[in-house]
């Protein structure tokens, strides 16, 4: 198991239980190293001063930070250790706000928080079950790598999450972004009410496991292929083209019978599939796989990768199939 970054004491109101906090997302993109071409050796950088091209040693690096005349004012470390946060262990909820109310843009990392005794999973639970049944995250803040940060805690699947967030003064206006605001006062009524119906029928679920990093496959894909000697070359997908105001309302008619017409297609694969012939499984997204197994039922479908998935489905289906012929 991991070990926590932090360590302390989950509160709210009189109610106390200790908890630790652990990264609840991790990165699988390849890492890379810099090597001079033609050679397997590694580049390094090394402190140099800007001015007398002499390297630095790393005792005598100090913090600056610049002033309104160019200057510089330098930190020691003393000096930033007395404007620390306080490295409190206490995680104070001060509020219950409604989860809707917290806009995405404010989010930034998400961990989990684990009991950390054996007389805390009771509590523990306990704010788990009434955050779940009242729609509200608890709003607190914390003192991670120096620096205090807002978080809300909030349920996942029976588990405590804690969501560190952006403070108001560092979330961007679209007016400070964008060079111009959408204008909306053109659009008509019948426009609106054909986007509505688009988005109505392109509706579906959020299943994360249906989802894959698809550039990061091909990225480990090209790895592989390269450190034996086969290059891997695919094809550049051409840009979408941009859609002609002129056109939109045309646009907006084709999509909604092109998608309205798959999702009644996809309905009916889900309901009718499991007594049709059995289509070239080996040829599907894991994401078509995986709603053939939602269909058919199976059992730790979302834990399976897509190999596993194909197997399953092809089994599923063929009980099935034996099932119909045995009634």
């Known amino acids: 198991m991991a070990r926590p970054i932090w360590t302390g ?45 002499k390297e630095v040693p790393y005792r005598d690096v100090v913090r600056g930070a610049r002033t309104e005349s160019g200057g510089y004012v330098v930190l020691e470390a003393a000096d930033l250790e007395s404007v620390a946060p ?28 684990a009991p950390n005794s054996t007389e805390a999973p009771k509590v523990y639970a306990l704010l788990c079950s009434a955050l779940e049944r009242s729609g509200r995250l608890g709003l607190s803040s914390l003192v ?9 805690i909030g349920p996942q699947n029976g588990a405590l999450t804690l969501t560190t967030l952006f403070y108001a003064d560092e979330v961007r206006a679209p007016e400070e972004v964008l060079a111009s605001m959408p204008d909306g006062s053109g659009l008509s009524g019948h426009e609106v009410e054909m986007a509505v119906r688009l988005v109505e029928a392109m509706g579906g679920h959020w299943r994360p496991e249906e989802h894959r990093d698809v550039h990061r496959e091909r990225l480990e894909a090209l790895i592989a292929a390269k450190s ?29 019978h092109r ?32 709603r053939l197994a939602t269909s058919l039922d199976v059992p730790g479908r979302s834990k399976m990768d ?3 998935l194909e197997e399953a489905v092809r089994k599923a289906r063929r009980r099935s199939a034996r099932r119909r012929k045995a009634s």
């Open 306 to 308: 897509r190999a596993e």
């Open 228 to 256: 034996r000697g086969k290059p891997v070359k695919r094809p550049a997908a051409p840009p979408p083209r941009e859609t002609n105001v002129v056109d939109l309302m045309e646009a907006l008619r084709s999509s909604i």
């Open 259 to 290: 998608d309205g017409g798959a999702q009644r297609g996809r309905a009916r694969d889900r309901v009718d599939g499991a007594g049709d012939r059995e289509p070239r499984l080996k040829d599907m997204s894991k994401r078509e796989l995986s």
């Open 144 to 152: 991670l790598q120096d620096r205090r940060h807002l978080a809300l």
């Open 86 to 113: 306080d490295r409190s262990r206490s995680l104070d909820i001060d509020a219950f706000v409604p989860a809707d109310e917290v806009e995405p843009i404010h989010r930034d990392r998400t961990y989990y928080l």
């Open 9 to 53: 004491a989950l509160s709210f109101g009189l109610v106390s239980v200790p908890v630790g906090l652990y990264p609840a997302t991790a990165g699988r993109t390849p890492g890379f190293h810099q090597i001079e071409r033609g050679t397997s050796d590694r580049i390094r950088y090394r402190r140099v001063n800007e001015r007398t091209g």
